[in-house]
């Protein structure tokens, strides 16, 4: 069973618009990360509480917080960044969000990405330890530049922090902007490890041809016949950036948004497989 979600602030800066999106194309879940172009981690308690009152209004629930933690490079200053994660942990509670999107911290150009791993693994196992106390999931996204662009550093973390805090986001697009191919090269090493997807096309070997989902080289049709094989049971979120990508998110606007959707659905459709 696929739930879908959506990172809602690709469609509009508002949320009231986001959210008429997102009714119109019959997803009831999202991935908080901005609102009215603040960023959910710098969201104040009165802020929040607005949001989650206009949420439980229209009926839609927060499938992950889709923060920025863990895109600084490896060499800033950790401290001011474990405030950053207790804030997120914070939200996560508050929105009765199981998961919390992160990332592995940006590697110095030109620069051996195995000589930070230490210094990863420190940071990670740390964030690991709070979100298990916390009874949260943290859920690492394999970016760009990051430590875990690469499936092979994306096993590596995941084993090597071996918490049950601690899983998977597989995104094809991302895979395929650094030149690998997600199915089956990167997908047979990480499937076990996977709990949810992000959904965006691209182009192998392009950094921003970004399309949306089989119209591209990402064999999303594919990736989901086997997860659902597998018994996959998890959140697909779309994040389409089929207007724009930047260091902190996309925006695909209202009509791209939808378009998106019904590309995901019509795959899922057309495979036959369970979605809500």
Not at 65 to 78: A, H, L, Q, Y
Not at 181 to 187: E, H, K, L, N, Q
Request: with cysteine; glycine share 8%; aromatic share 10%.
């Amino acid at each position: 069973m696929y739930t879908l979600s959506g990172f809602a602030d690709e469609i509009a800066d508002d949320l009231e618009t986001q959210l008429d999106v997102l009714n119109e194309v019959g997803i009831d879940h999202l991935d908080l990360r901005s609102v009215d172009g603040t960023n959910v981690l710098d969201l104040d308690d009165g802020e929040a509480e607005l949001i989650r009152g206009s949420l439980e209004k229209r009926g839609f629930s927060v499938a992950a917080i889709g923060s920025p933690i863990g895109k600084i490079g490896i060499e800033d200053d950790f401290e001011p960044h474990k405030d950053r994660f207790e804030r997120a942990l914070e939200l996560s509670e508050f929105f009765g969000a199981d998961y919390i999107r992160l990332f592995s911290y940006w590697m110095p150009e030109d620069n051996d990405p195995t000589e930070y791993r230490d210094e990863v693994m420190y940071r990670m196992r740390w964030k690991a330890d709070r979100a298990e106390a916390a009874g949260i999931t943290i859920l690492h996204e394999n970016e760009k530049d990051i430590y875990g662009d690469t499936p092979e550093r994306c096993r590596d973390l995941v084993e090597a922090v071996d918490s049950p805090a601690f899983g998977l986001i597989f995104d094809p697009a991302n895979f395929l902007e650094i030149g690998v191919r997600p199915y089956p090269d990167a997908f047979v090493q990480l499937v076990e490890h996977v709990e949810a997807l992000h959904i965006k096309d691209a182009v192998y070997g392009e950094r921003g041809n970004i399309r949306p989902a089989g119209e591209g080289d990402g064999e999303i049709p594919a990736t989901v016949e086997a997860l659902a094989k597998r018994g996959f049971v998890g959140y697909t979120s779309l994040e389409p950036h089929l207007a724009e990508a930047f260091e902190t998110g996309g925006y695909s606007g209202p009509k791209a948004f939808k378009l998106a959707a019904n590309a995901f659905v019509d795959i899922l459709e057309e495979q036959d497989l369970a979605y809500q």
